[in-house]
């Protein structure tokens, strides 16, 4: 089974940045398009960014030019560094393999974010 922890979450004002990690168990990281995921409270898990196995990259419209995602396939990490953060970014993040939007493992226990204003 396929374990996913992802870290680097906190609070930051409002146009700060934070870089989080994603630390896939294994070999199949490599292998697999990764994407992060967010989940505001009370609203459902949306997608965010994905970067295939080949280093190729997409992010939801509205966070593009925010938001990098990367990946270290020697680590096996996947990584979405967040610049110009907003209030409305607060959310726990999640990582998983997939494409589509569509997760490969069980989810992991996420890294809270919090943005003040």
């Known amino acids: 089974q396929v374990q996913l922890v992802e870290s680097g979450g906190g609070l930051v004002q409002a146009g700060g940045s934070l870089r989080l990690s994603c630390a896939v168990s294994g070999s199949v990281c490599s292998r697999r398009t990764m994407g992060w995921y967010h989940q505001a409270p009370g609203k459902q898990r949306e997608w965010v960014a994905g970067?295939?196995?080949?280093?190729?990259?997409n992010y939801a419209e509205s966070l593009k030019g925010r938001f990098t995602i990367s990946r270290d396939n020697v680590k096996s990490t996947v990584y979405l560094q967040m610049n110009s953060l907003k209030p409305e970014d607060t959310a726990v993040y999640y990582c998983?393999?997939?494409?589509?939007?569509?997760?490969?493992?069980?989810w992991g226990q996420g890294t809270q974010v919090t943005v003040s204003s």
């Open positions: 998983n393999g997939g494409v589509a939007g569509i997760p490969l493992w069980s």
């Open positions: 970067i295939t196995s080949g280093g190729i990259t």
